[in-house]
């Protein structure tokens, strides 16, 4: 596979959506024709780290990065493994509707304001949906407008969607954490030994963390796998083995913090997407 492969999922009057795969070899890809204009990237699986200046965003799953028409965002990924990341484009009048002016810089132009947002599980589902839905055909155009417009409403709307923000210090702490927890989703980490990694004292880091994040650490990890499971679901048998993998205690445990996320079970997803499937068939 290439270093950077981009998957054109849908392209209308008002929206487009790409699948983008980067196997983690190279930078993503600067002369990608979404950067022309103002996108949202909402990462599915693996991590990179995006450079806009002295500022720095981690995409991982369960966050949308906001990209400005015509800036060239420096790449590269710390964890290896590759990523991969779904990539909506929305008609700029319409975007400028979506987006509250709190999260837009002050002027004529449209420029965002922030680098990147937190989702919630429910937007986090939406992203699995329409990825799924397209990949596979499923979804006729209105009904994927439909969904990439209600994605996008919910990632930047301010009653779902929230600024992660703190000093620089304790967001490079942050950051450097997920990098820690996201090198390997299995593993069942002491927050001892993530303290160890990033070189700071238990307490301060679960303190620095849940400032910064508004989630507490166990927490987000249980979100990033999640949403690895989201990802994988549609192509897998054994949901007990996916679990495991994905470092739940057993299948009743993974099984339960999925109905708590995303407000159905791991099977009962996976069957809505095969069912689609079929119906398309």
Not at 124 to 138: D, F, N, P, Y
Request: with cysteine; net charge negative; glycine share 6%.
């Amino acid at each position: 596979m290439d270093a950077f492969h981009i998957t054109p999922l849908l392209c209308t009057a008002i929206v487009a959506v790409w699948d983008v795969v980067c196997d983690g070899s190279g930078d993503h890809a600067g002369d990608a024709s979404w950067q022309e204009s103002a996108h949202l990237v909402f990462p599915y699986r693996g991590l990179w780290v995006r450079h806009d200046g002295d500022e720095l965003a981690v995409a991982e799953a369960g966050q949308v990065l906001l990209a400005n028409a015509g800036t060239t965002y420096r790449t590269h990924h710390p964890v290896p493994g590759g990523d991969a990341s779904l990539v909506v484009q929305v008609e700029e009048a319409m975007l400028r509707e979506l987006t509250p002016p709190a999260l837009l810089c002050e002027g004529d132009a449209f420029v965002f304001a922030e680098q990147r947002l937190r989702l919630d599980a429910r937007a986090s589902a939406l992203v699995a949906m329409l990825r799924h839905s397209l990949r596979e055909g499923i979804a006729e155009p209105l009904e994927a407008e439909s969904l990439a417009l209600t994605l996008v409403t919910r990632s930047l709307g301010p009653r779902t969607a929230h600024v992660a923000g703190s000093t620089t210090g304790r967001q490079r702490l942050a950051d450097r954490t997920k990098l820690v927890l996201a090198s390997d989703l299995s593993r069942r980490w002491t927050l001892a030994e993530i303290a160890a990694e990033v070189g700071v004292s238990p307490v301060y880091l679960t303190q620095t963390f849940a400032q910064v994040e508004a989630l507490p650490l166990y927490r987000y990890q249980l979100r990033l796998r999640l949403a690895r499971a989201l990802d994988r679901l549609a192509d897998v048998d054994d949901l007990a083995q996916l679990g495991l993998e994905l470092g739940f205690s057993s299948h009743s445990h993974f099984s339960a913090a999925f109905q708590q996320a995303y407000g159905r079970s791991p099977s009962e997803f996976r069957d809505a997407v095969i069912a689609r499937r079929q119906r398309k068939g």
